[in-house]
C-alpha cells in the first residue's frame, strides 16, 4: 500500500516519479488516466489533473490535506481513504510507464510495438498479416543506423518468432539456423561489451571479478569470421583486448581504425564507453613516457566532437570534457583551433558559471601565449568547479614567478599551502589532492635552492622530482632548474 510519512506529497514517490516527466509525458498520463480503458474511477482523473497543474508550482499546493480540500470540495475522507486514492493513482502512472514505454526512444517503441503485433498475429492465426508485418519489421530493423546489442537481441526475437511460425515446414531448418545465429551475435555483443565495463572496473577499483568462459569466447569469435564484420562485437571485442593488455600498442592501432571508421553505428551512451576506454589506454601510455599519444588523443578527441559522442542530449559540454580537449589542444600547440573550439561553445556549457568557465579556458590558452596580465584578468577569485579553483591558484603561482613579482609570489604560494592543509577537497581524487600538495612543497624546496644557487642540492632536487610521482607541473619544476644550473 501507497502511504504517507509528511504531510505534503511531494516525497511520495507518485510525486518524485511525476517530477521526471517532462510536459508532454505529463499531458499523456492525464489521456491515460482518462481513458475509460485504463481507469474509470473519476477521483483518480480529478486528482490528477490537479497535481499535474500545481506540480511545478508553490510545494504548498501539494499539501495532502490542501489537494483533497481543492480536488473534492464536497468530500471529506479519512486517511486511509486518502491513501488509497493515492494509492490507486501511483498504480496507475505505473501501469502507464509499462503501457508507454516512458525512457525509451522512439526505435525502441516502434520495434517492441510491432513485436507485440507480430505476437497478436501469431495467438489469432492472421498469418497473411503476420508474414506482412515480418517483412516490414525486418525492413525496419535494416533500416536503423545502430547495430548496437539491442538491435541484435530484437533480431534474435524477430527471428525466434519466425522460427516459431514456421515450425512443422521444412523451410524451418533455415530459419532456426537463422534463429542461432542471430542469438550468437547478441550474446557476443553483450558479452564484450559488458566485460569491457568490468574490466575497467576492476583495474579502477583493485578488484578481480572472474569474467566466465572470457578465453572460450574469444576463441570462438576469432575462429568465426561472421561475426568480425559485425560493429558492435568488434568495437567491444578490441575495447576487451586494449583493457586487458594495456602494452600493447599494436591492439590499440586497430582498436583506433575501427573506432573511427565504426563509431557512428552506435548509440551515443556507448560510443562514449567506447570514447573512454580509448582515452584511458592513451593517458596511461602518456603517464609511462609515451607523449605521442597526446596526438592520438587529440584525434579521438575530435572524432567524439564530429559524432556528438562528448554531449548530453541538450547538446551540452561538460567543464571536465572542455577542460581536457583545452589542455590536449595546449600540449600540441594547437592554439588557433582551441580558440575557435572555446568561442563555438561558450553558450553549450553545463555549468551553473558558463561565463566564468569560458574565461578560465580563455585563461589558460592566453597563459600559453604568455599573455601574463590577461591571464590575471579573466581568472575569477573563486569557482564552484574544484578543480578549476585550484588551477587558477596554480596559474598565479606560476604568472607571479615567471614576473618576478616576489611579493606577490609569497602570498600566492602560502594562501595555496593553507588551501590544500584544510583537509580533503570534495570532487578531487585522492591521488590529485596528493599531487598538488606535492606541487606546493616542492615549489618552496625550489625557492630555496634559488636562495643559495648549490649546485649540488640542485641536482640532488631534480633527480628526486624526476622519479616523485604523483607530481604535478612537475615538467614546469624542472625547467625551473634547469635555468637555476
Known amino acids: ?53 500545481n506540480l511545478h508550482k508553490d510545494p504548498k ?21 486518502k491513501r488509497v486514492i493515492t494509492s490507486n493513482l501511483y498504480k496507475l502512472l505505473k501501469r502507464f510507464i509499462e503501457y508507454s514505454f516512458i525512457g525509451c526512444d522512439d526505435y525502441e517503441t516502434a520495434i517492441k510495438g510491432q513485436l507485440r503485433s507480430l505476437d497478436f498475429y501469431l495467438e489469432k492465426e492472421l498469418f497473411d498479416l503476420f508474414e506482412k508485418q515480418l517483412e516490414e519489421t525486418k525492413k525496419f530493423q535494416a533500416a536503423h543506423p545502430f547495430k548496437n546489442h539491442q538491435h541484435n537481441y530484437h533480431n534474435y526475437l524477430l527471428s525466434a518468432k519466425e522460427a516459431r511460425y514456421l515450425s512443422g515446414y521444412r523451410k ?164 588557433s583551433w582551441a580558440e575557435d573550439f572555446l568561442e563555438n561553445h561558450k553558450d553549450r556549457l553545463l555549468t551553473t558559471e558558463p561565463e566564468k568557465t569560458y574565461h578560465f579556458n580563455l585563461a589558460a590558452l592566453a597563459y600559453h601565449k604568455k599573455q601574463y596580465e590577461k591571464v590575471l584578468t579573466l581568472l575569477a577569485d573563486k569557482y564552484e568547479d574544484p578543480f578549476y579553483n585550484i588551477k587558477a591558484k596554480i596559474f598565479r603561482i606560476k604568472i ?43 615549489l618552496y624546496r625550489i625557492n630555496s635552492v634559488n636562495t643559495y644557487k648549490n649546485e649540488v642540492r640542485i641536482n640532488a632536487l631534480v633527480t628526486e622530482i624526476k622519479d616523485y610521482h604523483p607530481l604535478f607541473e612537475k615538467k614546469w619544476m624542472l625547467a625551473i632548474l634547469e635555468e637555476m644550473r
Not at 504517507?4 to 499523456?28: A, G, H, V, W, Y
Request: aromatic letters at 14%.
Open 1 to 53: 500500500m501507497f502511504s504517507f510519512s509528511l504531510k505534503d506529497m511531494k516525497n511520495t514517490k507518485l510525486i518524485q516519479i511525476l517530477l521526471t516527466l517532462d510536459k508532454k509525458e505529463l499531458n499523456s498520463f492525464v489521456k491515460f488516466v482518462a481513458s475509460p480503458f485504463f481507469n474509470t474511477d473519476l477521483k483518480l482523473l480529478a486528482l490528477s489533473k490537479y497535481i499535474a497543474k
Open 61 to 81: 499546493h501539494l499539501e495532502k490535506n490542501l489537494v483533497f480540500r481543492k480536488v473534492f470540495p464536497k468530500a471529506s475522507y479519512t486517511e486511509s481513504s
Open 172 to 335: 524451418n531448418y533455415q530459419a532456426l539456423s537463422h534463429l542461432i545465429d542471430n542469438l550468437d551475435t547478441f550474446y557476443l555483443s553483450c558479452k564484450f561489451k559488458f566485460s569491457a565495463l568490468q574490466l575497467t572496473l576492476n583495474k579502477t577499483l583493485s578488484t578481480d571479478s572472474e569474467l566466465p568462459f572470457m578465453q572460450e569466447v574469444l576463441y570462438y569469435y576469432q575462429n568465426n569470421k561472421r561475426f568480425q564484420s559485425i560493429p558492435s562485437i568488434v568495437l567491444f571485442y578490441h575495447a576487451v583486448l586494449i583493457i586487458q593488455e594495456e602494452n600493447n600498442e599494436q591492439h590499440f592501432e586497430k582498436y583506433e581504425a575501427i573506432f573511427k571508421k565504426h563509431i557512428s553505428t552506435l548509440p551515443k551512451s556507448e560510443a562514449k564507453n567506447l570514447y573512454v576506454y580509448a582515452s584511458n589506454f592513451c593517458w596511461k601510455q602518456i603517464n609511462k613516457g609515451n607523449t605521442q599519444y597526446y596526438e592520438q588523443l587529440f584525434k579521438l578527441c575530435k572524432i567524439a566532437i564530429k559524432e556528438q559522442i562528448l554531449y548530453n542530449k541538450n547538446n551540452k559540454l561538460t567543464t571536465g570534457n572542455l577542460k581536457n580537449i583545452i589542455s590536449i589542444s595546449i600540449i600540441l600547440n594547437k592554439i
Open 400 to 442: 607571479y614567478y615567471a614576473m618576478d613579482d616576489i611579493d606577490n609570489l609569497e602570498k600566492a604560494m602560502n594562501s595555496f599551502r593553507v588551501f590544500m592543509s584544510e583537509g580533503r577537497i570534495k570532487g578531487i581524487s585522492t591521488s590529485y589532492q596528493e599531487s598538488f600538495r606535492n606541487f606546493i612543497n616542492f
